[in-house]
């Protein structure tokens, strides 16, 4: 039971990753990103393929991770600079799949369908499951807790006002004098990089990446958690992606009660509860659970 | 064979069959300003109700159709009503964000009911007929007339109803409109109206070629959107364009990529149409 | 929150089922775990295959239950994404402390929730054809009964040579066989001198028209599917209505009966499959028939049977209820001299004598690595719908 609760603690971890990037891209920077999958997969693979193939140390692996991901957020948020959101969601939901029909098709990289078994996490052929898991989720734990302190000085920076400014009024922040597409590349790269980390992170946690991992579900979950804990604030960011994974596994709770149901019926009921609760929750809390607080200006007390 | 004929004439079929999904896509777009992805889930509504009226009770494929729409139609406007019309004010984003958790409960609510079987249409099938070297099917000529019938329905009811008229004039310019008189929360629920129907009635249209299972409207969903945007979000014309642009790039790609990156067509042509026209091929609520 | 409130209560009184494991061990159910994929892509697979688990438990309890106590089933849903089988696993590893974990299908899902099983010493029974999976460092806490790839294939085109074919074709979806299965082909046509073309298509789309045309230009006199049920079905359709005229051969879960079912029988009329074959004198086959109240039994649901007799014996075998149990009796209950059986309450009874089981999907008889061995094929013929045997290798 304990190495459930630190396993769930972990990927809650990961998920709180994959929202704090999302947060700087969307909650700061208001640039939408259904693409979230394609850039957790680019972190995972990159990290994967080099601890793997290359045999480098994971440290090593991870950074190359984040570096993947971030250029890749950087490239494509530059092609689609002068696209409105709803373009930049649609455009980025292709690029997801496209990263998965890559990592699908192009088997002399990816090893294909079959994924990249092996990954090698920290200390985990000298520790018991539980023990690992433990380590696993201090390691994540504080990473969230580095990503957390990051995206806060972000927030607080200048540069978090400047983004705030260009995501309320791009025409105005651009007569401000700001350098508007700068800061948007920016912001996505630095979303982006959070994002490898996530994928870097779960890679050589599980152990194992395929194409399978990285479908749309996944970045449908990450907007929720996003959504419910409060977007644009860091700690609704945290908030929601534990509450995410406390519902898709509290869920598995409830099939006891519906003996009578087949095997198909209690998954549908299961999902139709996630779905719903989603739903509820946003439509009684539409700002999030923590709405959005300006930071006071750097310098005051409190 | 003529290989290259061949893929145009797939090609033309396909779009016309996306174009009648895309149309509700981008109407609803318009007039509600936020992207519906719950259209996935309604398409699947939509095949399954076309499957209960033809297999359960008999129907022919015209019948059918009517109650794909109906069917798709009324669970839009409810689950409208329910989950997505109260997040509107905070939102495109917000909105579209619900529209995806309501697509999970009402696709596993289909599953509820049906379970995950394939299941087929009760629908005679011929072979191909085969002129000039090049081969079309009795099945796929019937649902390209059915779907440019559907099209030419949509274009006249919006050129010369009232219905229609509003619709445009909400589309155009929301505020001007209210002062005009009309109610744009009646135009809204119309158009959720219209556009789930055609959604779901494009379904059906696709799943005849195929077996239907809840995850038949996911199956096409990328394709819709693609076409919506390279034809320029919320215009229906160029809903139509874009879906002949996605339907016939898709078929003519196995010329020059693997056939496993069919799915990256979409992407490609939305990329390259966007680089030179931002707001897509016709620019947007031009109906 | 609430549900955070109501999540921990839950789990709560979920750890306190489990928990008393130590204390009135005697007394507990035993668990069994199915992770079939109820929901997502192999959701047509899943329901089936885990009511044949819950049929062969059922039958066990019946007749007074695994060494004295209740055998329970547990059953999660992979949702067909390795993600979220993970999270699944653990819970059926780690909260109901399952001695196996039966009825995994896709590759990916198997090869993400190997590591867990074999570091947790939980038993992993498969229906996946990655022939990556068995060679896994996995300690014998693996085993399939589904035929490896290799053998499935080279299977089909010696099929294909003995009907008569000189002009072979391959068209199927990206699997972790795709390649394996046209460079098997492609190495029959070289040796015989014959033809051989090959098309891989994108999984999930509504037509494959123009991937039929494309395929039909070599002309081939005999294509070998390579797909699942819900494109197969969309492929046999496009090749009916394209006039091809030569034969088909595809594998049995990919021509399945949900598909014969959906098809018109003109589409079907002719089509050969093939599977692993039990053996012709077993039981196992009617069984799950009956379980499952069909007269066509899906292969993946006549492994998943097979998965809950070989680990209720196994454990039977070893007088233990955990993973380890398994894995160390389980070649002495599906494989050697002793008797033949075919279900495991027969077994139960007959344990003592030294049993051999043979199930529904075959001989069940497993090398080293937890592949399946000696497995014979039965090649059926469609006609009018409906699928009968036309030859055994």
Redesign the interface.
Known sequence: ?????L??LT?AGIYALLALGLNVIWGMAGMINLGLAGFFALGAYASSIATVYLEFPIVLGVSLGVMVAATAGGVLSQLSLNLRGDYLAIVTLGFGELIR?IA??E?WLTN????I??VPGPFRSSLT?LA?NAVACALVISTVLVAWFISERIRKAPFGRALRAIRDDEMAAAVAGKPVRLYKIQAFAIGSALLGLAGAAYAHF???V????F?P??TIYIFFALTAGGTGNTLGAVFGAV?VI?????T????PFFESL???Q???I??IVIGA?LIFVMRFRPKG?FAERPPRPLGTSD | ?E?LP??LI??VI?GSLLAIPAIGFTAIFAVLRFPNFSVASHATIGAFAGYAANVWLGLPTVPALLFAFTTAAAVGCISDEIALKPLRPYGALTAAIASIALTIVLE?MV?LGF??????YNL?????W?MYGV?V?PQQLQNLILALMIMTIVFLALKFTRTGKAMRAVADNPELAELKGIDPTFVGRLTVFFGMGLVGAGGML??L???I???TG???ILPIFAAAVVGGLGSIPGSVIGAMVIGIGE?LS?LVL??????AVGFFAIVIVLIFRPRGILGERKF | ?S??N??LF??A???AL??PSLLGAQTMPIKLG?L?P????G??Y??SM??AI?GVINQVNEAGGLLGREVVLV???T??????A???A??L???DGVAAILGTW????T??V???AW??RTMLMCVSG?D?ITQ??HQGFICRTQPNAELQINTAGEFMLREGATQLAWIGR???FA?LSIHVLEKIAAENDFGMDS????A????Y???V??I??SNPDFILLGGY??DT??LL?DL????YEGQIVGPAYAVNP??L????K??TEGVFTWEGAPAVESAAYANVQQILGVEDVDPYSAQTYDHANLSILAMAAGEGTTGDTIQSNLRLISQGDGALVDNAVDGLAMLSGGINYSGASGPCDFDDIGDIVGTQFVFKLISNGVASVHSRT
Do not use: C, H
């Not at chain 2, 005679?124 to 191909?128: F, I, K, Q, Y």
């Not at chain 3, 109820?38 to 892509?41: D, F, I, S, Y």
């Not at chain 3, 949702?79 to 979220?84: D, I, K, L, V």
């Not at chain 3, 999930?204 to 037509?207: A, F, Q, V």
């Open positions: 039971m304990l190495s459930y609760f396993a769930n990927f029909l699908t098709n088997t294909g369908s079959d994924g078994s092996g499951p690992f599980n152990s194992y395929a194409p399978d991992i479908r579900l996944l509450l406390a519902l898709l596994e509290g598995r709770f409830i099939e087949s095997g198909v209690a998954a549908s299961r999902e609760t659970i | 064979m290989l061949q893929l797939n090609g396909f596993n599953r379970g995950n079987d394939l299941r087929g005679p099938l011929m072979r191909d085969r081969r099917g696709l799943g070629g195929t077996s299972d809840p995850l996911f199956r096409f078929e196995i693997s056939a496993t990156y069919k799915s | 929150m549900i955070l109501r999540r839950l789990g009184s979920a750890a489990a928990a199915s079939t109820l929901t997502g892509v959701g047509t899943g329901p885990r009511d819950s059953s999660e849903d949702q067909t994404s390795p993600e979220a993970v999270r699944a653990r819970k590893i780690d909260v896709a590759s990916s899902v090869t993400a190997a590591p867990l570091e947790s990655a990556s896994l460092p990206q699997t972790p390649e098309l891989i298509y994108e999930d789309k509504t037509t028209r123009s991937e045309d494309q039909l230009r049920a819900a079905v969309v359709r009916w209505q394209a006039g949900s598909v079912d959906t098809l018109p003109d589409v």
